[in-house]
């Protein structure tokens, strides 16, 4: 029974053994002094290597793949047809969607969509087979599709609790070569959630698990041209 206080009072003193060293670390900063104060240098490259958008594209597949997500590639007016495919393939009947996608995306898709709202409960959206998303942007040297609960991609929770994600990135704007690329044009005060493959973790034994901390089956579709036009 005593053993209880006893870690409770180890984690306190480890706690206060901690702060106690930030403590001291700051005991010469005037109390005026501001992070801004001292801006930090960021001379590092923003790409590895120069490349051609053509390249730069090509890698993100690449690299996409490498870490097991499947990538299909269309021209903008090709992407209702694929959608449908994919979906059809995959047995899909119940798909989740932004409240803004393009609605000719999945107007030749047989499936019943269900708009992203507050009011639909974690159950109804574990009962759902597929969402179709688009993205913020996408980093071709990580491999990473980046999504910011824009119009087109919806709140977080509908691409992390459906088994199957599709997610659309525009070829002509939305691919970047590098993480301070993408930086640079993300808004910090976004909720940005970076997939880079489906979600995967380990086991005791280092057994790849995945669909443990979102779609276990994630494909991302690279489409040339603009599918927000009619």
């Known amino acids: 029974m005593s053993s209880g206080p006893s870690r409770a009072s180890g984690r ?12 001291r670390a700051l005991a010469d900063v005037p109390a005026s002094e501001q992070p801004g104060h001292h801006p930090v240098t960021r001379d590092y490259a923003a790409q590895h290597g120069e490349r051609t958008h053509a390249a730069t594209i090509d890698l993100l597949a690449e690299n996409l793949a490498d870490y097991r997500a499947r990538v299909h590639r269309t021209e903008a007016a090709g992407l209702p047809a694929l959608l449908a495919r994919l979906l059809s393939e995959r047995g899909a009947s119940q798909v989740v969607v932004p409240p803004s996608l393009p609605d000719g995306w999945l107007a030749s898709a047989p499936v019943r969509l269900v708009r992203d709202s507050p009011a ?25 599709v980046v999504l910011d609960a824009g119009p087109d991609q919806g709140s977080r929770r509908i691409t992390l609790v459906p088994d199957h994600h ?34 995967a973790t380990s086991d005791i034994e280092l057994e790849r698990v995945e669909g443990v ?18």
């Open 12 to 23: 306190e003193s480890g706690r206060e053994r901690i702060l106690g060293r930030v403590r």
């Open 213 to 230: 901390h979102g779609p276990r089956t994630l494909e991302v579709i690279l489409v040339a041209g603009d599918p927000r036009e009619p």
């Open 120 to 144: 639909l409960t974690t159950r109804e959206l574990d009962s759902i087979d597929s969402v179709v998303t688009g993205c913020a942007l996408a980093v071709a040297e990580t491999g990473t």
């Open 166 to 199: 599709l997610c659309v990135v525009r070829t002509d704007d939305q691919v970047v070569s590098s993480v301070p690329q993408a930086l640079r044009r993300l808004a910090p005060a976004r909720p940005l959630t970076w997939i880079s493959g489906p979600s």
